[in-house]
Every structure is written in C-alpha cells, then in structure tokens.
C-alpha cells in the first residue's frame, strides 16, 4: 500500500530512449492542473467501480478500527474520490493542485527511489 511500481515493456533497440523518455516522469513531471484535474476522474472512477469490493470495505473497517492517529498504514482509510480529493478541499480553500506540488517536492527524490 505505500510502493507504487511501474512496468514498461519496450523494444530492445529503443530501450534508452524509452528510459529516457520514461525517467522525465519522475525527473520533471509536468504537473498540469489540468492534469490534474483528469487524475481525479479517474480517481473517482476506480473509487466507483470497486465501491463494493469486499477488500475496499475491509480497508475501511481496519481504518476505522485502528488507533487514530498513528503511523500504521490502516490507521487511515487509502482511497481517494471526489468528495475527499475536490469538494472537501475547495470547501476549506485547499488548492489540490498546489498540495500535489509540496507533496512531490518533499517526497519525491532519490533517496526515496528504489
């Protein structure tokens, strides 16, 4: 739950340029609000689709069981959708956009790469 792996399949010739291609990812990602905003559809979207999925629900049973406020994984519940990434934010004049930022640039470096 707090790895995220990528896979690609290229062919052999084109390889380092498709490395190249696919390190700007984490070297300079574009981050457009735009972007942005379509994450969040699909976000939401794979929220809806596995909305009653037996292992989303026992996710939200060990986050609601867990003791509050630790640093276990389970203490807080793992998806995201509309509601908790767009409406509850711009309700408390929170710009999703320019958290994403501050979250890339704390987290994201090569110390944290494997």
Known sequence: M????????????????????FSQFFIAPL??????????????SE?????????????????????PHTLHPFSSFGWGNKKSLQT????NNIDVHEELRKFYDQYYYAKNMR
């Open 88 to 91: 509850t934010p711009a309700a």
């Open 2 to 21: 707090e790895h995220t792996v990528f896979h690609f399949d290229v062919q052999q010739e084109r390889f380092f340029q498709a490395l190249d291609i």
């Open 31 to 44: 981050m457009k609000k735009d972007g942005t905003e379509r994450e969040l559809e699909a976000v939401e």
């Open 47 to 67: 929220f809806q689709l596995n909305f009653a999925s037996d292992d989303v629900r026992l996710e939200q049973i060990f986050s609601h069981t867990a003791k």
